[in-house]
């Protein structure tokens, strides 16, 4: 096995086996490329071809990433429940054409990311904090993050807490309350631009969450869209070119 360790300008390079699958990973300061022979190549997703992305949140959970286009602001993209990165390709794909540099990632205990056990298993805002930290060591020092019902409401706790801050949020039908993501009591917290968006005729209640959410946040610049129907989270971007411009607009204003 070879790794390229790169830490603070310095540069050292171990030399082992063949390299077969590159991966990215993060240690202490350094970010560690990884290049690993073929007897212990980690598993791909089918939905992207190029590379895969590894790295370590802060309670040291493995992470699954996959990285589009090449500007220089960033966007890091979280999914919801029950899915994974390939949620957002199309998507990703989309803002990467318009000049962002994308960064779709999988939470733990979801597509190649760990599992973890409760309660290690839920903590999802540490996830989207170590991909924004990942962002910022590739020099990419503008990131908004935009999240998708579970992605949402932890992307709002970790713009809470996240040092030096994002650029903005953008939360798509999230749940003010999802297992421990406490989205609602972190939002007077908040002092980034958020655009809250969700649907009006979303089940449980998801437009009256997004309301709530837009209520509390202490953010001096916060928009609330409830649109027709009953998209929930992703697929409001989905279907209307409407959502899309409010949501990229954002983007490129804040």
Not at 21 to 49: D, E, I, N, R, Y
Not at 170 to 190: G, I, K
Not at 241 to 253: C, I, M, P, Q
Request: glycine share 8%; hydrophobic share 45%.
């Amino acid at each position: 096995m070879a790794a390229t360790f790169a830490c603070r300008g310095a540069s050292h390079l171990v030399v082992g086996r063949p390299m077969i699958a590159l991966a990215f990973m993060s240690v202490g300061a350094c970010l560690v490329s990884v290049s690993a022979p073929a007897s212990s190549q980690l598993a791909a997703h089918t939905c992207v071809k190029g590379k895969e992305l590894r790295l370590r949140a802060a309670d040291g959970t493995r992470l699954a990433a996959h990285t589009f286009g090449s500007g220089e602001t960033a966007v890091v993209l979280a999914h919801g429940n029950g899915s994974d990165l390939c949620q957002w390709v199309p998507y990703a794909r989309r803002l990467a054409g318009r000049g962002f540099f994308v960064l779709a990632f999988d939470f733990r205990g979801h597509g190649l990311s760990q599992r973890r056990r409760y309660p290690i298993s839920e903590r999802f805002a540490a996830d989207v904090a170590a991909v924004v930290k990942l962002t910022r060591r590739l020099n990419k020092r503008e990131v908004h993050l935009i999240g998708s019902s579970l992605g949402g409401s932890a992307s709002l706790v970790a713009a809470a807490n996240v040092v030096p801050p994002v650029a903005s949020v953008v939360s798509l039908s999230a749940p003010a309350h999802f297992r421990r993501q406490q989205a609602l009591d972190v939002a007077p917290r908040l002092r980034v631009p958020v655009l809250y968006v969700a649907s009006e005729d979303e089940p449980v209640s998801i437009a009256d969450d997004a309301r709530a959410l837009y209520q509390a946040t202490g953010s001096a610049e916060k928009q609330l869209k409830i649109v027709p129907g009953r998209r929930h989270g992703l697929r409001i971007l989905e279907g209307t070119s409407e959502a899309r411009a409010l949501v990229e607009d954002f983007l490129r204003t804040h």
